[in-house]
Nanobody, 129 residues
Framework: QVQLVESGGGLVQAGGSLRLSCLASGRTASSYAMGWFRQAPGKEREFVAAISWSGGSIYYDSVKGRFTISRDNAKNTVDLQMNSLKPEDTAVYYC???????????????????????WGQGTQVTVSS
């Protein structure tokens, strides 16, 4: 049974930083592609960032240069460092895990939420102006 638990959300002023962490249990996270998505009130869920098992990463255009996705294999976590936060980054952030071990498809496919089989419960990020 795979479980994903996010942490690190909170309230921050515009221009500030937060670091989200996703703890995976029931599997070795380093062998699977992992992603972060977000959903703002009244909007559809959208892709934020993803990392393949081999370390390749891909980002949503609006977060490029501000967000960084990374793995901590010792802790079995996937983290999202968010800098220069903007009010439009306000959303519930979800961690997701692919079910295909050693995924070898195009990184662009990881932008699609249907690539993922497991989801966390989400963590709220609020950026005040």
């Amino acid at each position: 049974q795979v479980q994903l638990v996010e942490s690190g959300g909170g309230l921050v002023q515009a221009g500030g930083s937060l670091r989200l962490s996703c703890l995976a249990s029931g599997r070795t996270a380093s062998s699977y592609a992992m992603g972060w998505f977000r959903q703002a009130p009244g909007k559809e869920r959208e892709f934020v960032a993803a990392i393949s098992w081999s370390g390749g990463s891909i980002y949503y255009d609006s977060v490029k240069g501000r967000f960084t996705i990374s793995r901590d294999n010792a802790k079995n976590t996937v983290d999202l460092q968010m800098n220069s936060l903007k009010p439009e980054d306000t959303a519930v952030y979800y961690c997701a895990a692919d079910n295909a071990k050693y995924y070898s498809g195009p990184l662009t496919n990881l932008k699609n939420d249907y690539e993922y089989d497991y989801w966390g419960q989400g963590t709220q990020v609020t950026v005040s102006s």
